[in-house]
């Protein structure tokens, strides 16, 4: 069984998401989601999440893609998750292009690109303009 793993926030579950997952599951048979916790966003990310860990993961689950989610709780657990889940593949969106590469020790490190014109940061933004009248 070819396992891999990506990490990321997920927060307001977007089709940019799913896509990363999509193509994400295609490089094995088991997707691993590292999700980050509260904590974890707000103390390395400065990122105030609108679902918190349980309704991130709670959806996370119900993608086809995903097999297991994992709470990340810290930058430096890669290794040890790659080590403990005998992971083949760390995936994650160009915008982490290189930063990475570290992994390239321990399993294949692949950085897919991102979907474009859709974040996070838009969908609130909109939302917030929405609202303006
Ligand atoms: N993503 C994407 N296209 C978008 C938006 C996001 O492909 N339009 C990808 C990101 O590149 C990432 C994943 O979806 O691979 C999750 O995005 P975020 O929740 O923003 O993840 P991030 O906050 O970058 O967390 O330790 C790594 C970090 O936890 C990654």
Wanted: aromatic content about 14%.
């Amino acid at each position: 069984m070819k396992k891999v793993i990506t990490y990321g926030t997920f927060d307001l579950l977007h089709y940019g998401h799913v896509n990363l997952l999509q193509r994400a599951k295609e490089f094995g048979d088991y997707l691993i989601v590292a999700l980050s916790t509260d904590e974890f966003n707000w103390q390395e990310k400065q990122k105030v999440c609108y679902f918190n860990f349980e309704e991130r993961k709670r959806l996370l689950e119900a993608i086809r893609y995903v097999d297991l989610v994992i709470p990340e709780n810290c930058w430096e657990q890669k290794v040890n998750d790659v080590k403990e889940f005998r992971v083949d593949t760390f995936v994650i969106g160009d915008d982490w292009e290189g930063k990475f590469d570290f992994l390239k020790s321990y399993c294949e490190v692949i950085y897919l690109p991102r979907t474009p014109e859709i974040s996070t940061t838009q969908i609130k933004e909109n939302l917030k303009n929405k609202g303006r009248g």
